[in-house]
């Protein structure tokens, strides 16, 4: 059913908040997109007023055509994620607010603290690039055809993405 997230979250997604959180935020992002660069201080206060009620799932879909350095980014936070640090690189590639060149990104990566010749290692091998795919893919069979695409609950989120709708999808109201 494309309208539903396929798969559900599972352990190898990348997730903020309790496992057994009443309401669930899944988010199809590209770090060079502009609306999901907007979007992430939408985000940050939903997730602060929902704070313990909310799990908030973060999913890959690099818009390659339009968005050419989306898809190094992807594999760079991938590239994060195996240092135990996908979430301050998350933030540190949407604080970039598009620009995304190798340089940039390895820039982000020093300033929170990874091994940036370990992550451009990765990037130069894709060791990441079948879990963006992967992602991708996902992304793909769920319908999903732009950034950002948001599922609520497992459902599409077809609205707007602003706090006071997020919120009341996310609440039933």
Known sequence: MPDRLDPPLGPGDHVQGPADAPLELVMYGDFQCPFCTAAQ????????????????????????????????AAQASE???????????????????GRLGLED???????IGLDAD???????????????????????????GGTPTFFVGGVRHEGA???QSLMAALEGG
């Open 79 to 97: 590239a994060a994620a195996a240092q135990d640090a996908f979430w301050p690189m998350h933030d540190a590639l949407y604080g970039l607010r």
């Open 41 to 72: 201080p939408i985000l940050t206060r939903v997730r602060q007023r929902l704070d313990g009620r909310l799990r908030f799932g973060f999913r890959h879909f690099p818009l390659r055509e339009r968005h050419p350095d989306a898809e190094r």
């Open 118 to 144: 370990r992550v451009r290692a990765d990037l130069d091998a894709g060791t990441y690039a079948e879990r963006v795919r992967r992602d991708v893919e996902s992304a793909l069979a769920t319908g999903v």
């Open 161 to 163: 993405f602003d706090v």
């Open 105 to 111: 990104i390895l820039g982000a990566a020093r300033d």
